[in-house]
């Protein structure tokens, strides 16, 4: 099949300029981590995935027939910048600020996040049409970017900065093997834990100071009922 118009405009919709919108929150986190507003960052990031989240429902709620596979291409790469990239990026800032004793090992595991996170997306571009069940092959990239900002959030790094790089470091490996993993993960369709994750969300986001023995406990409900999910604990 040809294509005789190639302007912009014939390709742009609605659900893209969304996607864009996760993508400009993915750079706006980039750009925070960089000058140390690491608690901005994280909540940039959660912005980023608030737009993904929406963007695939206005495209349904519209009827947009996505021919070309322009609307995939677009999420997918601002996922690159907003769920690889930007947490990357983040995680170097968070050693580099805190532990720079991992300043190394945080380029390692940030490169490794960023390149599992190309292969998972461009895995699923190649398989989303032929899968045999509504779900995702690998763990969804925007998980690991929830992890690594729910962690960041409850101020855990506070309480014991080296324990905690470590663990993070150690979870964002773990994390970025999931996605270019061969593991089914479900999509998640429970609306009470959906409406109580909304809830949560923007209590860390607005914020409203809830906390237990130093902890974001929002944060903290955020961060298990992610680690919970990539366990596929849930039914």
Known sequence: MRIKKTNIGNFLSTPDIISLLNLSFGFISIMLAI????????IAIICAIIFDSVDGWVARKLGRNDEHGFGRNIDSLSDVVSFGVAP?????????????????????????????????LTRYNVIADYLDFKGFIGLPIPATA??????LLTGILHINSNIAILVLLSLMIVSSALMISNIRYPK??????????????????????????GVDVPAAILFILTLIFAAKLFK
């Open 35 to 42: 000058n140390g507003y690491i608690r901005f960052s994280t």
């Open 88 to 120: 990357g990026i983040l995680l170097y800032s968070v050693c580099r600020i805190n532990t720079p004793e991992f300043i190394y090992i945080s380029v390692i595991v940030s490169l490794f996040i960023i390149i599992t996170g190309v292969l998972r």
């Open 188 to 213: 998640f369709n429970n609306i009470k834990i959906i409406i109580i994750a909304l809830i949560l969300i923007l209590l860390v986001i607005i914020p409203i100071p809830i906390f237990l023995q």
């Open 146 to 151: 929830m992890l690594i900002s729910t962690f």
